[in-house]
């Protein structure tokens, strides 16, 4: 059945009212919030098994209902993590009332008669290269996706001004989404601890807790960043130690040697990871 034009409109302006209508979900507050929400930039830092992956996939299905030639693309840290939140995005298409012919249907992407597309990709920076103009990028567990892949999709979005959604349980304070989470930057934060979702028995947290130990249980289900247990130093003693204000020890101003062509240019900066 077709949508009449009021619907059209309805849903295009109310994702979770799409959800909750068009999907059988009735999404929790959170989850509402998230699909409703005008942001172009939107951090997740979720609990496992809180339904962010659920969340993500109705974001996805209605940007490419709803905003013909759409381009959305859905990166994970491996190929089955992208196959798993692709099936999600077609199941839920599947549920719909209306027939629409798919012009593209396999394991991996999809694209629909008004010409939107949704692509799922493992997290490997070759094979993301060669998109433009995205209109949605969704990151799934991006504390484990590599920085070199987050710094690849971002011009991706520089003509089409489109949104970006990075999603993700805790992995320790390290790699870009822990530095996105506690920076100076315009993202949206939205933080969903276990003990927000009603479907996670407090038995259950219990006893993981027993089982997992506190340090895995904090990231696991509370969004606590973690000291890596591998580093030398903290997290804050490293950034408490820095200061601006102070001059460095061996200012490099310019050319050193003309003769043999050395400047500052040549130099490798130091990484402290």
Known sequence: MIESMYEN???????????TDKLDIVPDAWQAE?????????LLNCSRQTGKSTTSAIIALHQALYHPDSLVLL?????????????????FFKKLDFTSRLQEDNKLSMQLENGSRIVSLPAAEGTIRGFSSVSLIIEDEASRVSDD????????????????????TPHGKRGHFFEEWVGANNWTRIEIPATSC????KEFLEAEKRSLGDWWYRQEYCCEFMETVDSLFSYDTI???MDDTIDPLFPVTGPRDQEEGFVADDIEPLVIV
């Not at 998230?34 to 939107?42: L, Y």
Request: no cysteine; aromatic share 10%.
């Open 9 to 19: 409109y309805y849903y295009r302006s109310d994702p979770s009212a799409f959800a």
């Open 34 to 42: 998230v699909m409703n929400s005008q942001s172009k930039r939107i």
């Open 75 to 91: 990166v994970s840290p491996t190929l089955r993590q992208s196959q798993e939140l692709f099936k999600k995005v077609q199941s």
């Open 149 to 168: 892949l987050y710094r690849a999709t971002k011009p991706m979005l520089a003509i089409s001004q489109g949104r970006h959604l990075i999603m993700s």
């Open 198 to 201: 009603t479907r996670i028995a």
């Open 239 to 241: 950034t408490a130690a």
